[in-house]
């Protein structure tokens, strides 16, 4: 299983940025998939979750500002991320799970910075 996120980099506030994900090695129909962050010293933490048939949910922090997206022709998620501040910056992963099992990407850094 490979997930490879790409689509990071350095925005000023109020910008907007989209994370894609694209994975292999699984059929990606059949996963729901996560985008989680983490900042240093803190824990990661989930942002948003797209479920197999396209139901999704978000961190309080983020809802109205960020949107979970998926292309399963393309074995793909992403993240569009508007109105962008700076506490959102972090390193971006994508993840998903089936069964024990816990797949993550090697994240995408962004910054959000004047």
């Known amino acids: 299983v490979q997930l490879v996120e790409s689509g990071g980099g350095l925005v000023q506030p109020g910008g907007s940025l989209r994370l894609s994900c694209a994975a292999s090695?699984?059929?990606?129909?059949?996963?729901?998939m996560d985008w989680s962050r983490q900042t240093p010293g803190k824990q990661r933490e989930l942002v948003a979750h797209?479920?197999?048939?396209?139901?999704?949910n978000y961190a309080d922090a983020v809802k109205g500002r960020f949107t979970i997206s998926r292309d399963n022709t393309r074995d793909t998620v992403y993240l569009q991320m508007n109105s962008l501040k700076p506490e959102d910056t972090a390193v971006y992963y994508c993840?998903?799970?089936?069964?024990?099992?816990?797949?993550w990407g090697q994240g995408t850094q962004v910054t959000v910075s004047s």
């Open positions: 797209i479920t197999n048939g396209g139901s999704t």
């Open positions: 993840n998903t799970s089936w069964g024990v099992d816990t797949y």
């Open positions: 090695g699984i059929i990606f129909s059949m996963y729901a």
